[in-house]
């Protein structure tokens, strides 16, 4: 057995090479794939102890996590839930590990706990995934994951007493809960999604084959009623409502992560519940949308179909067809439609609708007339933001209402939680965090570069305001880190982020690209960065490094990349087709061998974004940029750091051992190729202890790769 003081790691390499559509494909660390395996386990204590002494000996590592409590310790708070007189909210005080669920019973009364982690596991790894109230708001389900898994296993607790009354149900990860109103004489319940007990699935399919069940409060959840996904693909997710009268049942299945869903209507006045008729509102469209039946009786329909900025329909829920969709507000030419909401209460001379958009990932709302969706004349047709920022979850009263809450964050800004009175446009402080912070003076800007192909891309960054000239440029190159993620759709809007400002504080540049592939510019933005275009991704973020460099900000000697998950694939791939831009990366929860993906954590749940090995040209796509397949030895790397999660079941910590040991063995540069490992913890949600020890790390690491004094 090597010793971990040795200077290389216990890492033979195989001679394996296989034929994969007629083209071989070597594979000599496959062995890294099973944790369980001797050699694994040699392998990985080498590096716990080689990543543990070089942690210790990187300058100002505890006065980064101290400023890193610090920025953390404004604690949190989110927007009310109204359920009658009860207010439901999540706030996670100073000092806290986890947000708490709270309740207030009356206007007037004191709040009190009703879901508190650490209670549950002193620990800190046991995370409140989600929650919902009943129509009532006398149970609320709630689902908590332990050790990082993201399982989610599901209870009913009475919000009068706190007692638990029903539960576990387990397999309920990513599950929505969508309650029916309380009839007399009837059990309580409501629709949500299960996966099938793994005994019933084939070995390699048990985190999949989900089902949407109806569920009575109290009752044995082997005996739940299956109600919709028998025949449809195995990797589907499914999103369930129902209205607050009871009457409508929406359901929508997506295969895996795919840009599109189906949506199916059911009208339980006019069938049992545990068999509801449902009929297609929207299938087999390339397209998404979510539906909702409003309080007008008119169906809602939000989509991107034949309008990839999105767009608001509504129709008739008897006669659904996508031929009888009206459009109430219709795609705009230069913002994203991203969220709506209705206020009706009698209070107002006219309903109202109000919109939530983006440009460039910068939020704004505007004011429409809810009948026919036009925007009211000026003032009157904006709510004023309190910055230039981001804008999250519009709220309102279920019950109908003239009141609007909603998040706002910046760079510089925790998440505050603003009111909005559509009586007057008048907009007020409705919950601040906690706790108090002092925040360095920084600027932050929205750039535009040109990618390879002469694409516009932006860029957002933060920089300290002292750094700048008189005329708002760098007075000298700096370290910088170089964000990004680029997939799914998933848009990178400014928000205050601890790890950032620590950064900059300490004299460095943040900077966040908005690379093709994420959702910042709408869908087609999207489908410019996923399967056979991926390549699109990567070549944005080289050219969002040059551009830095260009234009003064840094050097490629002071640049380090940061990505994770599937910005993890990001840098990955950008530290094997461009080693000479950066001098550190760090890269977290990674896919990195893009030919084994899918047989592996949630990889069969990933293959519309990527493409799958199955297909010949596909595979092609994907051997093409496959960080693990570019290695070559001899290159001249920069120093890496990968960070894993050992309770991941999203993303196999096996993507991060097999680069690493590849890179360890090939890399000629002399800088450090290094792997965090962390148990009991996962993919997502983690504890502001360990949140504030993984940022110290790569903070850390980045500052000696890129030469930024912390002293």
Same mark, same amino acid.
């Given at each position: 057995?090597?010793?971990?003081?040795?200077?290389?790691?216990?890492?033979?390499? *195989?001679? *394996?090479?296989?034929?994969?559509?007629?083209?071989?494909? !070597?594979?000599?660390?496959?062995?890294?794939?099973?944790?369980?395996?001797?050699?694994?386990?040699?392998?990985?204590?080498?590096?716990?102890?080689?990543?543990?002494?070089?942690? &210790?000996?990187?300058?100002?590592?505890?006065?980064?996590?101290?400023?890193?409590?610090?920025?953390?310790?404004?604690?949190?708070?989110?927007?009310?839930?109204?359920?009658? &007189?009860?207010? /439901?909210?999540?706030?996670?005080?100073? #000092? !806290?590990?986890?947000?708490?669920?709270?309740?207030?019973?009356?206007?007037?009364?004191?709040?009190?706990?009703?879901?508190?982690?650490?209670?549950?596991?002193?620990?800190?790894?046991?995370?409140?995934?989600?929650?919902?109230?009943?129509?009532?708001?006398?149970?609320?389900?709630?689902?908590?994951?332990?050790?990082?898994?993201?399982?989610?296993?599901?209870?009913?607790?009475?919000?009068?007493?706190?007692?638990?009354?029903?539960?576990?149900?387990?397999?309920?990860?990513?599950?929505?809960?969508? $309650?029916?109103?309380?009839?007399?004489? &009837?059990?309580?319940?409501?629709?949500?999604? %299960?996966?099938?007990?793994?005994?019933?699935?084939?070995?390699?399919?048990?985190?999949?084959?989900?089902?949407?069940? =109806?569920?009575?409060?109290?009752?044995?959840?082997?005996?739940?009623?299956?109600? +919709?996904?028998?025949?449809?693909?195995?990797?589907?997710?499914?999103?369930? $409502?129902?209205? @607050?009268?009871?009457?409508?049942?929406?359901?929508?299945?997506?295969?895996?992560?795919?840009? %599109?869903?189906?949506?199916?209507?059911?009208?339980?006045?006019?069938?049992?519940?545990?068999?509801?008729?449902?009929?297609?509102?929207?299938?087999?469209?390339?397209?998404?949308?979510?539906? $909702?039946?409003?309080?007008?009786?008119?169906?809602?329909?939000?989509?991107?179909?034949?309008?990839?900025?999105?767009?608001?329909?509504?129709?008739?829920?008897?006669?659904?067809?996508?031929?009888? $969709? @009206?459009? =109430?507000?219709?795609?705009?030419?230069?913002?994203?439609?991203?969220?709506?909401?209705?206020?009706?209460?009698?209070?107002?001379?006219?309903?109202?609708?109000?919109?939530?958009?983006?440009?460039?990932?910068?939020?704004?709302?505007?004011?429409?007339?809810?009948?026919?969706?036009?925007?009211?004349?000026?003032?009157?047709?904006?709510?004023?933001?309190?910055?230039?920022?981001?804008?999250?979850?519009?709220?309102?009263?279920?019950?109908?209402?003239?009141?609007?809450? /909603?998040?706002?964050?910046?760079?510089?800004?925790?998440?505050?939680?603003?009111?909005?009175?559509?009586?007057?446009?008048?907009?007020?402080?409705?919950?601040?965090?906690?706790?108090?912070?002092?925040?360095?003076?920084?600027?932050?800007?929205?750039?535009?570069?040109?990618?390879?192909?002469?694409?516009?891309?932006?860029?957002?960054?933060?920089?300290?305001?002292?750094?700048?000239?008189?005329?708002?440029?760098?007075?000298?190159?700096?370290?910088?880190?170089?964000?990004?993620?680029?997939?799914?759709?998933?848009?990178?809007?400014?928000?205050?982020?601890?790890?950032?400002?620590?950064?900059?504080?300490?004299?460095?540049?943040?900077?966040?690209?908005?690379?093709?592939?994420?959702?910042?510019?709408?869908?087609?933005?999207? @489908? !410019?960065?996923? %399967?056979?275009?991926?390549?699109?991704?990567?070549?944005? /973020?080289?050219?969002?490094?040059?551009?830095?460099?260009?234009?003064?900000?840094?050097?490629?000697?002071?640049?380090?990349?940061? #990505?994770?998950?599937?910005?993890?694939?990001?840098?990955?791939?950008?530290?094997?087709?461009?080693?000479?831009?950066?001098?550190?990366?760090?890269?977290?929860?990674?896919?990195?061998?893009?030919?084994?993906?899918?047989?592996?954590?949630?990889?069969?749940?990933?293959?519309?974004?990527?493409?799958? !090995?199955?297909?010949?040209?596909? +595979?092609?796509?994907?051997?093409?940029?496959?960080?693990?397949?570019?290695?070559?030895?001899?290159?001249?790397?920069?120093?890496?750091?990968?960070?894993?999660?050992?309770?991941?079941?999203?993303?196999?910590?096996?993507?991060?051992?097999? *680069?690493?040991?590849?890179?360890?063995?090939?890399?000629?540069?002399?800088?450090?190729?290094?792997?965090?490992? &962390?148990?009991?913890?996962?993919?997502?949600?983690?504890?502001?202890?360990?949140?504030?020890? =993984?940022? @110290?790390?790569?903070?850390?690491?980045?500052?000696?790769?890129?030469?930024?004094?912390?002293?």
């Amino acid at each position: 057995m090597s010793s971990p003081h040795s200077s290389s790691p216990p890492a033979p390499r *195989l001679d *394996l090479v296989e034929q994969l559509h007629g083209v071989p494909v !070597a594979d000599p660390y496959r062995w890294l794939e099973d944790p369980e395996d001797p050699r694994t386990r040699e392998w990985s204590a080498w590096q716990d102890a080689r990543w543990q002494r070089h942690a &210790e000996a990187l300058p100002g590592r505890e006065r980064l996590e101290r400023r890193v409590r610090e920025l953390l310790a404004t604690g949190a708070v989110g927007a009310p839930v109204h359920r009658g &007189e009860r207010v /439901f909210r999540s706030r996670r005080d100073p #000092g !806290a590990e986890h947000a708490v669920l709270r309740v207030t019973d009356a206007p007037g009364t004191a709040e009190r706990v009703l879901v508190d982690p650490v209670a549950l596991d002193p620990s800190g790894t046991t995370t409140l995934d989600s929650w919902r109230p009943s129509v009532e708001g006398d149970l609320l389900a709630y689902q908590v994951s332990e050790g990082g898994s993201e399982e989610s296993v599901l209870r009913v607790l009475d919000v009068a007493t706190g007692e638990v009354v029903d539960g576990p149900l387990d397999r309920a990860r990513y599950s929505p809960v969508a $309650w029916l109103p309380a009839r007399a004489g &009837e059990p309580r319940a409501f629709y949500y999604v %299960r996966r099938l007990p793994p005994e019933d699935l084939p070995e390699g399919e048990r985190q999949y084959h989900r089902r949407v069940y =109806l569920h009575r409060v109290g009752t044995d959840p082997a005996g739940d009623v299956e109600v +919709f996904g028998a025949g449809m693909s195995m990797t589907n997710y499914y999103g369930v $409502w129902t209205s @607050r009268d009871g009457r409508w049942l929406v359901v929508s299945a997506s295969d895996g992560t795919a840009p %599109r869903d189906d949506v199916w209507i059911a009208d339980l006045s006019a069938c049992d519940p545990a068999a509801p008729r449902l009929r297609e509102v929207v299938t087999g469209r390339d397209a998404q949308t979510s539906a $909702w039946v409003g309080r007008d009786g008119r169906l809602y329909l939000l989509t991107d179909l034949d309008a990839p900025r999105g767009r608001l329909a509504v129709a008739d829920p008897a006669d659904p067809g996508v031929e009888r $969709w @009206r459009d =109430l507000v219709p795609q705009a030419e230069d913002a994203l439609l991203e969220d709506v909401a209705v206020l009706d209460g009698e209070e107002l001379a006219e309903p109202l609708l109000v919109v939530g958009w983006t440009r460039h990932a910068v939020s704004s709302l505007s004011v429409h007339e809810l009948a026919g969706g036009r925007r009211r004349d000026g003032a009157a047709g904006t709510v004023e933001l309190p910055g230039t920022g981001s804008v999250g979850g519009l709220v309102t009263r279920p019950d109908g209402g003239h009141e609007l809450w /909603f998040g706002y964050t910046d760079a510089t800004t925790p998440t505050h939680v603003h009111r909005w009175d559509a009586r007057d446009g008048s907009v007020s402080l409705d919950a601040a965090p906690p706790g108090a912070v002092r925040v360095p003076a920084v600027t932050s800007r929205l750039l535009e570069y040109r990618s390879g192909d002469g694409t516009a891309v932006r860029l957002q960054l933060t920089v300290r305001t002292d750094a700048l000239d008189e005329e708002g440029r760098p007075r000298t190159p700096a370290p910088a880190i170089l964000y990004g993620y680029g997939g799914f759709g998933i848009s990178l809007s400014p928000h205050y982020a601890p790890d950032a400002l620590a950064w900059v504080e300490a004299g460095g540049v943040y900077a966040v690209a908005n690379l093709r592939g994420g959702g910042e510019e709408g869908e087609d933005w999207h @489908r !410019a960065g996923m %399967r056979g275009r991926k390549q699109n991704v990567f070549d944005d /973020f080289h050219a969002a490094a040059r551009f830095l460099v260009e234009q003064g900000w840094t050097t490629h000697e002071q640049l380090c990349v940061h #990505g994770g998950s599937n910005g993890g694939l990001l840098v990955g791939a950008a530290l094997t087709q461009q080693p000479q831009l950066f001098a550190g990366v760090v890269c977290s929860a990674p896919l990195l061998d893009m030919v084994r993906y899918e047989q592996h954590g949630l990889g069969a749940t990933w293959n519309d974004e990527y493409g799958t !090995a199955a297909d010949p040209e596909e +595979f092609g796509w994907l051997l093409s940029y496959s960080p693990y397949h570019r290695v070559v030895e001899g290159t001249a790397y920069p120093a890496v750091l990968f960070t894993v999660f050992d309770g991941d079941s999203r993303v196999d910590p096996l993507h991060a051992r097999k *680069l690493c040991a590849a890179l360890q063995h090939a890399t000629s540069s002399g800088r450090p190729v290094l792997l965090r490992r &962390e148990g009991d913890v996962g993919h997502g949600a983690r504890s502001v202890s360990r949140s504030a020890g =993984l940022v @110290r790390d790569t903070l850390a690491f980045a500052a000696a790769a890129t030469g930024l004094d912390l002293s």
